[in-house]
């Protein structure tokens, strides 16, 4: 059995800073207290503090300066999608935003798909549909229903959808465990899916695009009662 990684003071630190910055006890373009006073705050080493720092320049919410100090970037207005991730464990209120954009981009995927699909991205898309009726648990069911909607991202041919698709998945991954519910039964959750691949297969955009709203809009209801 592969042994647990051991959360380090570094983790524990960057964990800390992120929760205060997030929560807003470190605002939006303020600096940050002096290294020493801060190390001293939390209790840590300033070599530890600077790996924390470092961290969390990565992540985008801080940004330092020789000679200016260290401070919360403006990460609502600078930030990129890739924090939605680290947003969603912070506060689920994100999800009902995520999926606003979820269902108006799904719509237009399913739409362009319908459009553009070779008959290769058909046939993925029905052995993928299959997958979805045959998987047994609702993590499984659930992950194989993400992948039919990485392939209609891929039957567009337009790679930017693929890598919207990818970033509105990661988003709610912190959370997914509680967003089952609609995956529980594989022949309900193949039955709602399978009015989107059946217009994109046959070449019909507007059938595709009215069949992703109402996948969409019927599964973003039974996950938002499944959270609440």
Do not use: C
Request: hydrophobic content about 45%.
């Amino acid at each position: 059995m592969e042994a647990l990684p051991r959360e380090t003071i570094v983790d524990v630190l960057e964990g800390r800073l992120r929760e205060d910055i997030l929560a807003g006890r470190h605002p939006a373009g303020s600096l940050l207290p002096p290294e020493r006073q801060l190390a001293d705050g939390y209790g840590v080493t300033r070599t530890t503090l600077k790996h924390a720092f470092g961290r969390l320049v990565q992540a985008g919410l801080l940004e330092t300066r020789h000679g200016v100090g260290t401070r919360v970037r403006d990460y609502i207005r600078l930030g990129g999608a890739d924090l939605l991730p680290m947003l969603v464990r912070h506060s689920p209120d994100w999800i009902g935003e995520i999926f606003e954009v979820r269902r108006s981009i799904g719509a237009l995927i399913a739409e362009r798909a319908a459009d553009r699909a070779t008959a290769r991205d058909s046939a993925a898309l029905v052995e993928l549909l299959a997958a979805v009726r045959e998987s047994e648990g609702g993590d499984a069911v659930q992950l194989a229903d993400a992948e039919v909607h990485r392939a209609l991202a891929r039957a567009t041919g337009n790679r930017v959808y693929v890598l919207l698709t990818n970033t509105l998945f990661n988003a709610y991954l912190p959370v997914r465990a509680a967003l089952v519910a609609p995956f529980t039964d594989p022949a309900a959750a193949h039955a709602r899916l399978a009015p989107v691949v059946d217009a994109v297969t046959a070449g019909d955009p507007a059938a595709a695009r009215t069949a992703a709203g109402a996948y969409l809009t019927a599964t973003e209801r039974i996950m938002l009662e499944g959270l609440a």
